[in-house]
Every structure is written in structure tokens, then in C-alpha cells.
């Protein structure tokens, strides 16, 4: 167990829906990273937030969108599903900024179904 | 741009030992993560390499060339609970982890 939770664990949806995930990160971390895999894709970065803030943007989707709350919890935000959206989307968290030496942690991820 | 590249499967013994491989190529190179993943679970974390070199842990080693653009994780005294995926992914300047596609490692008997 990472520390780090997800919910919900199964998400089935229909396409043109929008859903939220959402993750807690480890006591103390203050950054969140949101990731997509795919069975052809592999692990995708997605978006960092640290402390509120986003603090770096990879292969995101003008569709989905996230945010970090005060308390750290960050939620992803996804719209307009398509069935290319089927995925596992997974939440990290590291202590700080990012970088190196600074350890991601992952959660148990949501698997999402668009049917 | 960012290329991580790895063998799709691998099948090793019970006892020996494996050397999954992995080349790289990234702007603003900043360190090179090994990560463990069962299937459905979430990736859980090995080694980290930046400088040139190896790294042992227990059973598990991870070496890396920043010249090369290389890198391998050798897992020794394989268990069966050792099948798994491994994920190669390269840190960049912006802080940025770039996964290669895993290496899916089966164990026989």
C-alpha cells in the first residue's frame, strides 16, 4: 500500500459523458501527477500539480482538465468520453517539486470503460 | 522528443538470472527510473541511476550510461513472484517521466 488512494477503483461510462477521478495523495506530498495506460499506449505523463499549482503539462487532452485543492487532493476531470478514452488512469505523489530524488508513489489507479 | 525503447517480453528460469535493457532518448536528461508493474496494479518503484554506474539493491541492479543513452536492470535469483512488467522512464529537465512501453518478464519453473 502506497499511501496514496483512488477513487472510484471501476468506472463504465458511456461515450459523450464526463466523469470525475479523484486521488489523496500521501500524507505530506505536495505534488500530484495524473497518468493514462492504455493497453497500446503504455503509461502516459497526463499533469503535475505541487501545492496547488500545475507545475508541468504532457500528452493532456483539451477534454480532460485537473485541479489541486487546498487540502492536496487533486481531481481529474474528463468530458466528451470517446472509447479511446478506456484506460487506467493513475494518480502519483512525491514529496516535493519533482525531480530525481524525489520518488513517485502510485495509486491503485481507476480503471475507466467507455462503452 | 522523448524515445524510450525496451523488449516487449522476456521469459527467464526460476534461479538465474535476467538483464532487461533499455535505450533512451530525451532532451535534458536528469535520470533514468526502473518501475515494477503486476498486471492490473500500480507501478511500485525500484532504482534510480543519474550518474554513470551501478546500482545494486538486494537482488536487483540497475546500471546506466548517460553517453550511451543506456540502461539495464538486472534481477538475480529470479522468483516467480518476479513476473511481472518493468518499466523503463526517462526524467527530463522540465521534470517530466517518460515510460517506455514495460518489458513483460515471465518466470518458469
Known amino acids: 500500500d502506497s499511501g496514496v488512494t483512488q477513487t472510484p477503483k471501476h468506472l463504465i461510462t458511456a461515450t459523450g459523458q464526463r466523469v470525475t477521478l479523484r486521488c489523496s495523495p500521501r500524507?505530506?506530498?505536495?505534488?500530484v501527477y495524473w497518468y493514462q495506460q492504455s493497453l497500446d499506449q503504455g503509461l502516459q505523463f497526463l499533469i503535475q500539480y505541487y501545492n496547488g499549482e500545475e507545475r508541468a503539462k504532457g500528452n493532456i487532452l483539451e477534454r480532460f482538465s485537473a485541479q489541486q485543492f487546498p487540502d492536496l487532493h487533486s481531481e481529474l476531470n474528463l468530458s466528451s468520453l470517446e472509447l479511446g478514452d478506456s484506460a487506467l488512469y493513475f494518480c502519483?505523489?512525491?514529496?516535493?517539486?519533482?525531480?530525481?530524488?524525489?520518488?513517485?508513489?502510485f495509486g491503485p489507479g481507476t480503471r475507466l470503460t467507455v462503452l | 522528443g522523448q524515445n524510450i525503447d525496451q523488449p516487449t517480453e522476456m521469459t527467464a528460469t526460476e534461479g538465474a538470472i535476467v538483464q532487461i535493457n533499455c535505450t533512451y532518448q530525451t532532451s535534458g536528461f536528469n535520470g533514468l527510473f526502473w518501475y515494477q508493474q503486476h498486471a492490473g496494479e500500480a507501478p511500485t518503484f525500484l532504482s534510480y541511476n543519474v550518474l554513470d554506474g551501478l546500482e545494486e539493491k538486494g537482488r536487483f541492479s540497475s546500471f546506466l550510461s548517460r553517453s550511451k543513452g543506456y540502461s539495464y536492470l538486472l534481477l538475480k535469483e529470479l522468483q516467480m513472484k518476479d513476473s511481472a512488467s518493468y518499466l523503463c522512464?526517462?526524467?527530463?529537465?522540465?521534470?517530466?517521466?517518460?515510460f517506455g512501453g514495460g518489458t513483460r518478464l515471465m518466470v518458469k519453473p
Open positions: 502519483a505523489s512525491s514529496p516535493r517539486m519533482g525531480g530525481g530524488h524525489d520518488e513517485q508513489f
Open positions: 522512464a526517462a526524467l527530463n529537465a522540465g521534470n517530466m517521466l517518460t
Open positions: 500524507s505530506g506530498d505536495l505534488s
